[in-house]
């Protein structure tokens, strides 16, 4: 969506117009109110009446505060609120959550991203520590191989992967029931290093399955060596009115969405389905 056409339109109209030019007849204009919509794709679509993350919680902070990328759809906001206490409760005396780019209050295009636009979108700094094991506060850009290692762009101490605390990040996220992650991108060194961690100390190992799908470094963006970003997908109501998902949609999510999907959801038919879904 155009910046143009948003500006002829207010996103709630704009949300009518989609619904009434979406080629099914049956629908009938819906007066969305009060409701909070993520509409259309996470990187043609916008935000109506979306959740915004506050500067800081307990356990969180945002690296911009008092910018307005903070809108994001309300089961992301209250995910990130959980998932930032979460860790502090397994691990405590950590550092903060730092909690970079949502989306604009209402969405649209931003001049930092492709995506963002949707309110379904977030990037998240990753947990650090020194060599010692003590949490340092991410500074600057600190990019990670796959040996976890790097040096402080502000001092040049180095600074380690935290594997405990952002595999913790990644299960809360995972299991948390107000929303569906779809993809939490990361580099291939941070995705293995997560895994191999996640193998050794993780007790559902569903949902370690679940995390060597999600977690993927992005083909057509940079590699995700110094932040997640995590994506969720849109609620089924939001679908209904007018969200877009682009592929995969992964066989849990299908099986927690249609009964009959439970049957066999890990079979040789998703997985080719999976293998022919475009990259993200
Ligand atoms: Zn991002």
Wanted: glycine fraction near 8%; proline fraction near 9%.
């Amino acid at each position: 969506m155009s910046r143009a056409r948003r500006s002829v339109f207010a996103p709630g109209v704009a949300a009518l117009a989609t619904l009434l030019l979406g080629g099914c007849l049956a629908l009938r204009p819906v007066a969305l109110g009060d409701r909070s919509l993520s509409v259309a794709g996470t990187s043609s679509g916008w935000l109506h009446r979306g959740a915004r993350l506050a500067d800081r919680g307990p356990h969180f902070e945002r690296a911009r505060p008092g910018e307005p990328t903070r809108g994001g759809v309300p089961g992301l906001v209250t995910a990130l609120e959980r998932a930032s206490s979460d860790v502090e409760h397994a691990f405590p005396g950590g550092m903060p959550l730092r909690i970079g780019d949502l989306a604009s209050p209402t969405g649209g295009r931003h001049s930092r991203h492709r995506s963002h636009r949707s309110g379904r979108d977030v990037d998240i700094l990753y947990y650090l520590m020194s060599p010692t094991g003590v949490p340092v506060e991410p500074r600057g850009r600190v990019a990670f191989s796959r040996f976890g290692v790097a040096p402080d762009p502000e001092t040049g101490e180095i600074v380690v992967f935290d594997d405990a605390r952002n595999w913790q990040l990644v299960r809360s996220l995972l299991t948390d029931p107000s929303l569906e992650v779809q993809w939490i991108f990361c580099s291939r060194g941070v995705k293995s290093r997560l895994l191999r961690h996640a193998l050794a100390t993780e007790p559902d190992r569903a949902l370690l399955a679940r995390a060597a799908y999600v977690l993927a470094q992005p083909a057509n963006a940079a590699p995700h060596d110094d932040h997640f970003h995590v994506r969720v997908l849109c609620t089924r109501e939001e679908t209904a009115l007018g969200c877009r998902d682009v592929a995969p949609i992964w066989p849990w999510l299908r099986a927690a969405r249609d009964p009959d999907e439970a049957a066999d959801p890990y079979d040789d038919r998703h997985l080719l389905e999976l293998l022919a879904a475009p990259p993200p």
